[in-house]
């Protein structure tokens, strides 16, 4: 506990730094009063950002010799995929966490996975989904909640639930929100139920049915013009260890119902995930989920209702820790005001920068956020 305990002190001693330093630039002139211009620091500003960018331009070049013909770097994982599977909008799929709908099927199949709270403290997974091609069964498939589809839209994907709640409606209904509604227009094209679980823990969806239901409504295909990636994947031949981060063997988000943590596995140099009292467990596969990169990501909410309807707060932006290789660093996630499309902040993405504000490197491979409610920083177990 003691341990415990210093490690939230470091925390918070550097959200103390950071907040001196932002407050100390803010009020560093007075009003009317103009700092003295040095050119020559500007000049050795501008030949430095010069030279960074011919570095990028080079690395890109090299990075394009790895590729094979008709191949690009996946915009979910970073890693090699045919240009049709890359360019293609990703299916951002809702999934039921709760312990009755155990194991899923297909989740392991998602490069990015997103987890919030919802009502009565359970919790809803999001998969984002690149390549579903030889998928028969996703699932199980539950509602929306408002929050999900904002972090849909960073990724330009399609979104996929059964129903959602009343305070979902109206951004479900804007023009710049694809969906595919179980309980909508496509829901029988899209979604169907097995016998071997009771409803609502039954609904499933596959590739024959997404790709049904996108021509039945007429929804682009691939991604916009200029789409980027919401994360700075490394090299393919690079690793990022977070040297000098602190140690990250076990992390628990100290959800309530679920319970949920993550092992980090010296011989697969990933974290492998687990819930209520064991492995998570992909049904298709049989094996457990792991992940390359692991993020908590602290949002401000808010109870809606005495029903505990939640609302986050996916634009303001706040504190991160980047977990990879057994280590951690401390940073903070900001919408990327630079990537606004139409002038829409809600299709910016949220990128994720160190303390610093420089963008953040992360691993290849499959990642896995924790979006976790600000207010209980204090709570979550890190060792």
């Given at each position: 506990?003691?341990?415990?305990?210093?490690?939230?002190?470091?925390?918070?001693?550097?959200?103390?730094?950071?907040?001196?330093?932002v407050l100390t630039a803010c009020s560093g002139a007075k009003d009317g009063a103009q700092a003295p211009v040095d050119n020559t620091e500007k000049s050795q500003e501008t030949s430095e950002a010069k030279t960074e960018e011919k570095k990028e331009e080079v690395s890109e070049e090299k990075e394009e010799e790895k590729l094979a013909d008709g191949?690009?770097?996946?915009?979910?994982?970073?890693?090699?995929?045919?240009?049709?599977?890359?360019?293609?909008?990703?299916?951002?799929?809702?999934?039921?966490?709760?312990e009755a709908a155990q194991p899923m099927s297909g989740i392991s199949y998602a490069?990015?996975?997103?987890?919030?709270?919802?009502?009565?403290?359970?919790?809803?997974?999001?998969?984002?989904?690149?390549?579903?091609?030889d998928l028969d069964k996703i699932g199980s498939i539950r509602s929306c909640r408002e929050y999900f589809v904002y972090t849909a839209l960073e990724f330009d994907a399609i979104y996929m639930h059964f129903g959602q709640a009343t305070y979902a409606v109206d951004l479900l209904g804007r023009d710049y929100v694809d969906n595919l509604n179980g309980l909508g227009e496509a829901g029988d094209t899209c979604f169907y139920r097995t016998t071997d679980r009771q409803a609502p823990h039954n609904v499933y969806t596959s590739k024959a049915?997404?790709?049904?239901?996108?021509?039945?409504?007429?929804y682009r295909e691939d991604h916009y013009e200029g789409f980027e990636s919401k994360f700075k994947f490394c090299g393919l031949d690079e690793e990022v260890t977070n040297e000098g981060g602190l140690d990250a063997?076990?992390?628990?988000?100290?959800?309530?119902?679920?319970?949920?943590?993550?092992?980090?596995?010296?011989?697969?140099?990933?974290?492998?995930?687990?819930?209520?009292?064991?492995p998570q467990i992909d049904d298709l596969t049989g094996e457990q989920i792991s992940y390359d990169n692991v993020i908590f990501?602290?949002?401000?909410?808010?109870?809606?209702?005495?029903?505990?309807?939640?609302?986050?707060?996916?634009?303001?932006?706040?504190l991160i820790q980047y977990f990879t290789k057994g280590k951690y660093v401390?940073?903070?996630?900001?919408?990327?005001?630079?990537?606004v499309k139409d002038g829409n902040v809600d299709l910016a993405p949220v990128k994720y920068y160190d303390m610093d504000?420089?963008?953040?490197?992360?691993?290849?491979?499959?990642?896995?956020?924790?979006?976790?409610?600000?207010?209980?920083?204090?709570?979550?177990?890190?060792?």
């Open positions: 506990m003691k341990y415990l305990n210093r490690r939230i002190k470091f925390i918070v001693s550097v959200i103390l730094v950071f907040s001196m330093g191949q690009m770097r996946s915009y979910l994982s970073g890693y090699p995929v045919d240009e049709k599977i890359g360019n293609r909008r990703p299916l951002a799929i809702m999934l039921n966490n709760l490069d990015v996975v997103y987890e919030f709270v919802v009502e009565g403290s359970i919790t809803r997974l999001m998969g984002l989904f690149e390549n579903y091609d049915g997404i790709d049904a239901g996108i021509k039945k409504l007429g063997k076990y992390m628990a988000p100290n959800y309530k119902i679920n319970k949920p943590w993550f092992e980090y596995n010296e011989k697969t140099g990933k974290y492998d995930r687990f819930q209520y009292d064991g990501q602290y949002n401000k909410w808010a109870q809606l209702d005495e029903k505990d309807y939640l609302a986050f707060d996916c634009h303001s932006g706040g401390v940073g903070q996630w900001q919408r990327d005001l630079d990537a504000g420089n963008e953040i490197e992360v691993n290849n491979g499959k990642t896995f956020i924790c979006v976790i409610q600000d207010t209980d920083m204090e709570n979550v177990t890190i060792k």
